[in-house]
């Protein structure tokens, strides 16, 4: 049986710069003009073709024999801020700012927190976000009395948007 294969970008923000089209590589904003050109091709299908089928249906894979995620925990990984910059986790807090020892960096202190809180969000999505929890996260640099202020003000901003709980 004749194979055509063919390399398909779905993430529609995706963008390959290309010396020349290529026939086999199917960019996103191609992806729709290419399924209807299949769905328009003419074709009879036979026994062997759904025997076929069939196999290939039954080789699909749910899970990704590729995925490369390693076990975590929140007990053993390294605590406190990063940098938004270089990602090392040398920070000063002084007045309101967060400043990496390492690049220079300078970041409101709410803005550090708010990047942690997503941080934690990301990596533990089960996880209930509490003071205490961000207080930790952070390395316990920041004060519980800012980090509730903050998941406060974050809430009321994202509460309609998506799933977002936090207990004092
Ligand atoms: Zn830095």
């Not at 910059?85 to 690049?103: E, N, P, Q």
């Not at 709410?110 to 934690?120: M, N, P, T, W, Y």
Request: hydrophobic fraction near 40%; charged fraction near 25%.
């Amino acid at each position: 049986m004749p194979i055509q294969y063919f390399v398909v970008f779905i993430n529609p923000e995706f963008t390959l710069y290309l010396p020349k089209p290529h026939k086999s590589i199917i960019l996103p904003t191609q992806v729709n003009p290419f399924i209807r050109k299949l769905a328009a091709t003419p074709a009879k299908l036979t026994a062997s073709d759904k025997k076929l089928a069939d196999l290939l249906m039954s080789l699909h894979k749910e899970e990704d024999p590729y995925s490369r995620l390693t076990f975590y925990d929140f007990s053993i990984l390294e605590k406190g801020i990063v940098s938004s910059c270089c990602r090392s986790l040398a920070i000063v807090i002084s007045d309101g700012f967060c400043t990496c020892t390492k690049c220079g960096y300078k970041e409101e202190i709410d803005s550090a927190v708010l990047r942690s809180i997503e941080e934690l969000r990301l990596l533990f999505p089960d996880l209930i976000i509490t003071t205490i929890g961000v207080y930790q996260w952070c390395g316990e640099t920041v004060s519980k009395k800012t980090i509730r202020r903050v998941l406060k003000q974050s809430s009321n901003t994202f509460i309609n948007k998506r799933r977002w709980s936090y207990f004092e």
